[in-house]
């Protein structure tokens, strides 16, 4: 089969966080697939097809990319930050063991992209310098439970934690109730970390505690980091810088 | 002060997983400090100076950076992956914190890389597709106690972990011991990838599973990921493709 499929991170909003790899493989695709403010962040090119599609339809698009690839076709999913962590290339994966036997021998090249928590943390300083998780905040892909279970067991260890997906329309109050489960578990001094369209004109980075952190203040652009017990805030002109520092004292673990 | 400090990760081995950012600030600075190794990935320039030192002399390098850019310098400290994971953005706050104040003045920007995590879940499929953390096996800066509570925490709670420096040769036995660890909480078939020299010609990637999975393997080029129980490996030609599913089960939680 001389098909080809590339799921390419393109990172968070700034066209410079590109890589000359992810580049390459959207010059050179003859489709491009995707959520349509991811295409729009790639230039047009002659011939090349766009196929747009909604951010809640990653299960068609991947089996739609996959038949085009099946097909002969160089094909490239687009995704925003990096398609392994909480994007695309899990769902093209999940397409391939649940598709026709020929999807499982096509040539696939995932391509690594600045993850959003990597972009927020270069603006902040050094917040993830120590052992962090990511946790995805969305209940529609499992319970609520089960998150409250992984913040607190991240909290107790001593992981910064990276919270991605943390607000939507349909779900207004899971930030505010993760806040509220680490205020029982962290001191108030705790810092919180919002960055919101990073990399983008509208980019705005804020720094505070978990005492009085606000879980408005984020949307679904955003991606929220709480430090550990560890985070310190180092004061200066302008912004602060945000870091965990290297070594993990006993104290602070 | 117009002396100017940029932090710039140049990602794991393939230079084409720079991005045009950091490209942009390598070719910008007049001065570049890194491990001896990194540097010698960035093109010689005309006029730029470069000031290569050891691995273990990480918070010597940042104050000598950091000193030249408060004469009025424009410098840049090279990071290998991602300078906010595990590398080199945590030092430079950590020396600014503890150095003169007119640091605290300086412009530091922190310019993001693909760190090894993302590299390595790439060549494998999305194995940090689902919720995921990242953790240091090296006890010279934390002891191996807060380690082993960490470790056996995230895998409680249902997260794959990515080790970091997982082995050198002041550290041979941490890995096995903690495959050791993780065979008491997690079933014999969970995945283990090992990622070595990722981008590199001499670029290994192993996928195994816990049961028999050999802490030789790995060494000091290695990044090693362990699923959760809900990672899942599908075969195909060649190597398979093994992924988190976005969807936590119960079960698998």
């Not at 205020?183 to 705790?190: N, S």
């Amino acid at each position: 089969m001389s098909g080809h499929l590339a799921v390419v991170g393109i990172g968070p909003g700034d066209a410079r966080w590109l890589t000359l790899e992810a580049q390459a493989a959207l010059e050179a695709a003859e489709a491009l697939y995707g959520y349509g403010p991811y295409l729009d962040r790639v230039p047009a090119r002659p011939g090349q097809a766009r196929h747009a599609s909604d951010n809640r339809e990653e299960m068609h698009r991947a089996a739609d990319a996959l038949g085009h690839a099946a097909q002969g076709a160089r094909v490239a999913v687009v995704s925003g930050g990096d398609p392994g962590v909480f994007a695309m290339a899990a769902a093209i994966c999940e397409a391939i063991e649940n598709g026709p036997p020929p999807w499982r021998a096509l040539d696939v090249t995932i391509i690594p992209g600045i993850s959003a928590m990597l972009a927020v943390a270069a603006r902040a300083g050094a917040p993830l310098g120590h052992d962090f998780c990511a946790l995805s905040l969305s209940d529609n892909l499992k319970s609520w439970d089960v998150i409250e279970r992984r913040l607190e067991a991240a909290a107790d260890a001593g992981f910064v934690i990276a919270f991605y997906n943390p607000v939507s329309r349909a779900r207004p109050w899971q930030l505010a109730s993760a806040f509220e489960r680490l205020r029982r578990r962290l001191p108030g001094t705790t810092p919180v970390i919002f960055g919101r369209a990073v990399g983008r004109v509208e980019e705005t980075v804020t720094v505070t505690s978990l005492d009085v952190a606000d879980a408005a203040t984020a949307d679904m652009a955003t991606l929220v980091i709480v430090g550990s017990r560890a985070t310190r805030v180092i004061a200066r002109p302008g912004r602060p810088l945000v870091y965990t520092p290297r070594a993990a004292t006993e104290a602070s673990a």
